[in-house]
């Protein structure tokens, strides 16, 4: 089945630094979501990609959708302490379905 | 305008017993997905439903595990006869669309209910 490589695992990084974090398949993907998940609570969708090369912002945060189709990339600027969660890439399963195979996730730390 | 609730948030058991997760969509939403987290790990697809329907239970273990999606009242995940491997968040999330082609990004995530098997 498909599945979603995300790197790093983990980061550690000082407040006001950018992040990077990507996300790989085996296979293509239509459509590719960015999801933040917090201690406690259910993920929370941040950005969804539906073109190939298509660059999307949302605030601080841009994600775009790889040529190949077969990854994906999450950048935060100037991170700041809220920005602390795992960050995970989602798709369709399969082209059209409604379930969603997720990534294993990026933790992200800051350090004050 | 409420969001996806899940009852209860934490849930303890010992081996053996049952476990009934509740999920009430958002409102206006008739599709409703449950996802497994272990700790650790992205969320895996478990099962699809809308009202009455089964649509896709892929991701379900064939024993112990069932789902359903009354006409009235919320959606429940059970769980019989758990056993420690169990152990996991269970997320439900809803949308307000159906079929191929619609939007996968309208999945609203509950907050989830950590099970814990003692």
């Known amino acids: 089945g498909q599945q979603l490589n995300q790197s790093p695992q983990s980061m550690f990084i000082q407040e006001g630094e950018d992040v990077s974090m990507n996300c790989t398949s085996s296979s293509i993907f239509n459509t590719w979501l960015w999801y933040k998940q917090e201690p406690g609570e259910g993920p929370v969708l941040l950005i969804a990609?539906?073109?190939?090369?298509e660059l999307t912002s949302n605030g601080r945060l841009t994600a775009q959708f790889g040529i190949t189709r077969k990854d994906s990339f999450l950048n935060i600027s100037a991170s700041i302490p809220s920005d602390v969660g795992i960050y995970f890439c989602a798709g369709p399963i399969i082209q059209g379905a409604q379930k969603l195979v997720f990534g294993q996730g990026t933790r992200l730390t800051i350090n004050p | 305008n409420a969001g996806v609730m899940q009852n209860p948030r934490h849930l303890v058991r010992r081996r053996g017993q049952e476990a009934r997760l509740r999920c009430s969509p958002m409102k206006g939403h008739s599709h409703v997905y449950w996802y497994r987290q272990l700790p650790e790990e992205g969320l895996k697809f478990m099962v699809y439903l809308q009202k009455e329907n089964i649509i896709d239970e892929s991701g379900m273990p064939k024993e112990r595990f069932s789902a359903e999606f009354p006409k009235e009242g919320p959606s429940i995940l059970r769980i019989q006869q758990v056993v420690r491997g169990d152990s996991a968040a269970y997320f439900c999330a809803s949308s307000p669309l159906a079929g191929v082609g619609s939007g996968v990004e309208t999945q609203y995530f509950g907050p989830g209910t950590r099970l814990l098997v003692l």
């Open positions: 990609l539906y073109k190939a090369g």
